[in-house]
């Protein structure tokens, strides 16, 4: 029998009718991938069986007997953890204090102590059933993203859950901690637990999945076997068409010197970086997460202090101090971080993709609304970003849908200099190949397009030069021919 059943579940927000009749059953012991387009309705689906949004129609069974999920804490006893993408940590206490907030065990006694003992020992068999050695007295901001996700599953463990629910897991973590994770999931279902989990990277749903749930629109087209599906063939379900060219690379002909970073300085390294970046190419950085990629774009875009060093823009040297200067002098950066430092969330569609060039859309001093709504309307059109309701704000927007507005809000500011970090983190096999398309475009009508991403096979299908970093220096220059994957993780280990 199925441990968790939806039946003929329904969802809509004012009206927008975003989950239909969804039937879905999950069984005892498999890891049970949920498979969409960008705005499909997966997360609506987890937030329903979390608690954190109620169905307007159909019923949900658990172990057959029919459950309501009202609130966090119904899920919680029923058996349901789900583990977020940010995580719900408290930083500055430590890992036993982590897992056992809020069902913290209580000394016997007139005070009620905390039994310290107790937590910390089974803190740590909980992590030795996850493979791990994690001393429970650090501190959760002393551990990477990649352990701290282990204590929440460790938390969720703790809690006798019996499903766990992922929601893009892996999309922030490093290939090695991404790997740990899987092998760890693979662990528990030994061990009886059920996984539902949601992802774009599709080798690992291949790697990892039981059965793979596919929705598009928000209804649900197939539930089918891993084994027996090609990676083809759930592009195929999920995007109703076959997908032939997950890379549409154009060829160019390199132009002149766009972008020169001469003996640049970042805040506490000792190294001194230079490179230059031309028209007509697509540059790539590779490294792995923490060699200082991103660092190094904050420090060239203003957002990070930058001790020494030049910068030139097309041949101009330019005095950059903080981002406005930056965007003055042509620059788009197009953060990894969407939420954080991309997006508005209260704000509506159309306020974040004017919001780097307000100056466009004055006239007569004021902000024309009119002008606004136009160019929001073009680039729901170009990017295809879904739902098209450009009043709708922020947060409300699935994840790919936020990615493709922070891209369109800087498409929207005549740079010449396009860095994308991690551009396609989270965006569906479908529209990455817009997303790539775009930055052909973007190449051919002359600007200088430069990719951050820890995705080898993105960056190996679209770069035409490949620059590798390793602990804050480039180890490696390479031209897309002689780029193979092996030579670039050879580099990003420090050669
Ligand atoms: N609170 C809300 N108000 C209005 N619409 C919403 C709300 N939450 C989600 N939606 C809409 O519901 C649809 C499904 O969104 P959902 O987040 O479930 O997609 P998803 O499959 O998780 O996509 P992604 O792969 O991009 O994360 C989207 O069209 C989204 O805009
Ligand atoms: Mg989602």
Redesign the pocket.
């Known amino acids: 029998m199925a441990l968790l059943e939806m039946k003929g579940i329904g969802?809509s927000?004012?009206g927008?009718t975003?989950?239909k009749d969804i039937n879905l059953d999950v069984r005892r012991g498999e890891v049970h991938v949920?498979l969409?387009?960008?705005?499909?309705?997966?997360?609506?689906?987890?937030?329903i069986l979390t608690g954190a949004?109620t169905k307007d129609q159909g019923e949900i069974r658990w172990d057959g007997r029919p459950i309501e999920i009202a609130k966090p804490s119904d899920a919680i006893s029923i058996g349901i953890a789900t583990i977020y993408q940010e995580l719900n940590l408290i930083p500055h206490l430590s890992v036993a204090e982590n897992i056992f907030l809020g069902h913290e065990k209580k000394k016997r006694g007139r005070y009620s102590l905390l039994d310290r003992k107790y937590m910390q020992d089974r803190s740590r068999e909980l992590m030795a059933k996850l493979g791990q050695n994690i001393d429970p007295t650090c501190l959760v901001n002393s551990l990477g993203v990649g352990q701290q996700q282990l204590v929440e599953i460790a938390k969720a463990l703790s809690l006798n859950a019996e499903l766990i629910i992922m929601?893009?897991p892996t999309s922030s973590l490093s290939a090695q901690e991404a790997e740990q994770l899987l092998s760890t999931i693979e662990s528990l279902r030994e061990q009886g637990l059920t996984f539902i989990y949601?992802s774009?990277r599709l080798e690992e749903i291949k790697r990892i999945g039981d059965r793979i749930t596919v929705?598009r629109d928000?209804t649900k087209i197939e539930t089918v076997d891993v084994l027996t599906t090609s990676i083809d063939r759930m592009i195929e379900l999920m995007v109703g068409r076959s997908l032939n060219n997950k890379y549409p690379k154009k060829e160019f002909t390199r132009g002149q010197e766009a972008l020169r970073v001469e003996n640049l300085k970042m805040k506490g390294s000792s190294q001194h970086l230079s490179f230059t970046a031309y028209q007509g190419e697509i540059l790539g950085f590779s490294g792995l997460v923490g060699a200082g990629r991103t660092e190094l774009m904050k420090t060239i875009f203003g957002a990070e202090p930058k001790e020494d060093g030049k910068v030139y823009v097309f041949g101009e040297e330019v005095t950059i101090r903080q981002p406005r200067n930056a965007i003055e002098a042509g620059f788009a950066f197009i953060t990894e971080d969407r939420k954080m430092e991309g997006l508005f969330l209260d704000q509506s569609l159309v306020f974040n993709t004017s919001i780097a060039n307000l100056r466009e859309v004055k006239s007569n001093g004021l902000l024309s609304h009119m002008k606004m709504k136009e160019i929001a309307e073009k680039y729901v059109g170009e990017l295809q970003i879904?739902?098209n309701n450009i009043n709708?704000p922020g947060?409300?927007?699935?994840?790919?849908?936020?990615?493709k507005v922070v891209i369109a809000k800087w498409l929207f500011t005549n740079a010449r200099i396009f860095i994308f970090d991690e551009p396609t983190r989270?965006?569906?096999v479908g529209a990455k190949v817009e997303v790539y398309n775009l930055m052909n475009e973007l190449v051919e009508s002359g600007a200088c397009v430069i990719i951050v991403s820890s995705d080898l096979p993105e960056i190996l299908g679209m770069c035409d030069r490949i620059l590798v970093m390793s602990e804050g220096r480039i180890t490696a220059d390479l031209q897309r021919s002689d780029a193979t994957q092996e030579v670039i993780m050879k580099a990003a280990t420090g050669g």
């Open positions: 969802k927000f004012s927008v975003v989950l949920l969409g387009e960008n705005g499909a309705g997966k997360s609506t689906i987890i937030k949004y929601d893009e949601v774009h929705l928000g879904r739902p709708l947060r409300n927007f699935s994840g790919g849908n936020q990615q989270g965006i569906d």
